[in-house]
Nanobody, 117 residues
Framework: QVQLVESGGGLVQAGGSLRLSCAASGIIFSLAAMGWYRQAPGKERELVAGISPSGSTNYADSVKGRFTISRDNSKNTLYLQMNSLKPEDTAMYYC???????????WGRGTQVTVSS
């Protein structure tokens, strides 16, 4: 059974930082493409950042230079370091995994990030 469990969300002031974590089980983590998505109320879910099994990364234009995705294959854990947070970053953040590039099959339940102005 695949489980992706996000943590690290919370309430932060604009300009602050948060680090999200996603603990994965039931998948061959080192072979999986991993990603972070977010969805704000009334908006569609969007890809924030992705990382391949080899460590190649991609980011949404809106977070480039502020967010960093990384993975620790020894801990089966995905991270998202978020700096210089803005109120428009407020959303539910989801961890996703899959065995094909940018095709995500498995999803976590999400962690809420709220950025106050």
């Amino acid at each position: 059974q695949v489980q992706l469990v996000e943590s690290g969300g919370g309430l932060v002031q604009a300009g602050g930082s948060l680090r999200l974590s996603c603990a994965a089980s039931g998948i061959i983590f080192s072979l999986a493409a991993m990603g972070w998505y977010r969805q704000a109320p009334g908006k569609e879910r969007e890809l924030v950042a992705g990382i391949s099994p080899s460590g190649s990364t991609n980011y949404a234009d809106s977070v480039k230079g502020r967010f960093t995705i990384s993975r620790d294959n020894s801990k089966n854990t995905l991270y998202l370091q978020m700096n210089s947070l803005k109120p428009e970053d407020t959303a539910m953040y989801y961890c996703a995994a899959g065995y094909s590039a940018r095709v995500y099959t498995y999803w976590g339940r999400g962690t809420q990030v709220t950025v106050s102005s």
